[in-house]
Structures are given as C-alpha cells and as structure tokens.
C-alpha cells in the first residue's frame, strides 16, 4: 500500500509563493506521482507530475509558475508554487501511478488526503 502525506499549504496573497510537499512511502518512488487540486463544486484538475525518471508535466493554467521536482533521498515530491492568483485556491492532493503520468485523476492508484491552499486578492 502506497502512503501519501501532503503538507505546506496555507493562506497567502495574491503574487506570493508556497511550496507543497508529498511525503511518500519507499516503495512510491518506484512511480510516477502528480498533484491535483479541487475547488468545491468542480471536477478535480490536474495541475503537474514528475515521473520516476524525472521527467516534469504541467498543466498549462501553472506552467512558468509552478514546478515540481523530487528528493529521492527524503522520499518527498515538492511544487513550488509562484505569482499564486485566487484562481489557485484549492485543495492540493498528491498521488501516485505506475507507469507515466496521466491528466485523468481516474488513472492514478493512490490518493493524499489533501491540504488547503487559499489565495486572497
């Protein structure tokens, strides 16, 4: 069983930054592992992920704002998050797959319980 634990999400304002850690088990670094988010009401979207070889993808609504990498050493996927906008408010989950990463939330194995990112104007 693959074990995600995010943390670092917060209240900031609008241009201000943050950085999302992902914790994972051992054995998840064997996969990819992306970050969603979800706003109530909607659909959860994709917004990155990094592959096992390290390879990065974004969306395109963060893309020059947002980058993930990973510390195979701590066992931890971290976004850092930059030029944040209200749009970006939203519960922020890491997850793990086999294989290549996917946009599509169906396609991914292991789920974070979240954490809150607020950004006020």
């Known amino acids: 069983q693959v074990q995600l634990v995010e943390s670092g999400g917060g209240l900031v304002q609008a241009g201000g930054s943050l950085r999302l850690s992902c914790a994972a088990s051992?054995?998840?670094?064997?996969?990819?592992i992306g970050w969603f988010r979800r706003v109530p009401g909607k659909e959860r979207e994709y917004v990155a992920a990094?592959?096992?070889?390290?390879?990065?993808y974004y969306a395109d609504a963060v893309k020059g704002r947002f980058t993930i990498s990973r510390d195979f050493a701590k066992n931890t996927v971290y976004v850092q998050m930059k030029s944040l906008r209200p749009e970006d408010t939203a519960v922020y989950y890491c997850?793990?797959?086999?294989?290549?990463?996917?946009?599509?939330?169906?396609?991914?194995?292991?789920w974070g319980q979240g954490t809150q990112v607020t950004v006020s104007s």
């Open positions: 051992e054995r998840a670094f064997l996969f990819s």
């Open positions: 990094i592959t096992s070889g390290g390879s990065s």
């Open positions: 997850a793990a797959r086999r294989g290549a990463y996917s946009d599509y939330p169906i396609d991914w194995d292991y």
